[in-house]
């Protein structure tokens, strides 16, 4: 994580911070007003970005990615996030059976949310306290892209100028009221329909991912899985195509290369043996599980562990 100047707030304006990141369990730690564990499920070096606005009730986030996620988030209680996915990202909401490209969604808090993000993400979140928060915003729940993408360009449009020395200082002042004000505007439209992808094979894979948390890494197999769930395994593998866009053995052959950076990511040199921590995890040959980590994330697992 590179850390970017903190600059400091006059009375009346945000704290503004920037952060980049090349792992994405750094990343997963700085979204303010959430608790997230990401896993990478594409190949490649990760990359992200982090630039927030901070005015105590109202916080304005921008959070860029570039590789495709499985997402388990939670927003803190006492606090209403409202997400707009910019640019050409896909995101498949599991919790709520959708799949979102440009909408934006309303996530209370407390309550946890798992999503699977495809392809490079830009994401524009205004995250507000649940005291402060207009009873109309509470009316909607996902928002077209027609609707929903003006203002969430408007506001990234505030995000980036703040701290750049081109803002005016008086806008930043009123840019709480103009936000919630903007908010409360926009979730007086009605919820939106047709953004249901098949339920059926929603609910399977969601089904599939609370069994990827309850079995033990040498049992995540296709045939373990479907062992477990009671399902076939064609059912298995076209739910999670359906959602992902992977097939499930890759999914699960990601997850597993994620748990294994994690390790590696927070261990001492001296107390974690690579190949060890390979086989914990079901791989049993270690040099295609050392070829398919570094195509996964751009580097050796030894560099993982001396990061």
């Known amino acids: 994580m590179i850390s970017d100047q ?120 205004a995250s507000i306290a649940q005291d402060v928060l207009p009873d109309d915003m509470l009316q909607g729940r996902v928002l077209a892209p027609e609707v929903a993408r003006p203002v969430g360009a408007w506001m990234r449009t505030l995000i980036e100028v703040a701290g750049s020395g081109a803002e005016a200082q008086g806008l930043m002042t009123l840019v709480p009221d103009l936000v919630m004000d903007r908010l409360s505007l926009l979730f007086g439209h009605p919820a939106q329909d047709g953004l249901r992808h098949n339920r059926r094979e929603a609910q399977l894979f ?24 009671g399902c076939t395994r064609a059912d298995l593998r076209g739910a999670c195509l359906s959602v992902t866009g992977l097939r ?11 748990d294994v950076y994690r390790v590696l990511r927070g261990a001492r040199v001296d107390a974690v043996n690579v190949t060890q921590t390979a086989l914990n995890h079901g791989f049993t040959h270690f040099g295609r599980f050392s070829v398919a980590y570094r195509q996964m994330f751009g580097e050796r697992p030894s560099d993982t562990l001396r990061a």
């Open 6 to 125: 903190v600059l400091p707030r006059p009375a009346t304006q945000p704290c503004v911070s920037q952060c980049r990141f090349s792992s994405f369990l750094d990343q997963e730690k700085a979204l303010p007003k959430f608790d997230q564990k990401y896993r990478q499920m594409t190949a490649g070096a990760f990359e992200g970005t982090i630039k927030s606005l901070d005015f105590g009730a109202v916080t304005l986030t921008r959070e860029r990615l570039n590789q495709g996620l499985e997402q388990h988030s939670a927003v803190h209680s006492g606090t209403v996030a409202v997400g707009f996915l910019m640019g050409s990202g896909i995101m498949h909401d599991l919790s709520k059976d959708e799949t979102l490209r440009g909408e934006a969604m309303l996530l209370p808090g407390g309550y946890e949310h798992i999503s699977y993000v495809e392809g490079e993400s830009d994401w524009v979140i």
């Open 206 to 229: 969601r089904r599939i991912l609370n069994a990827c948390e309850e079995l033990p890494p040498e049992e995540l197999t296709v045939s373990g899985l479907s062992r477990h769930l």
């Open 248 to 258: 499930l053995d890759d999914m699960l052959t990601a997850r597993r290369l994620s």
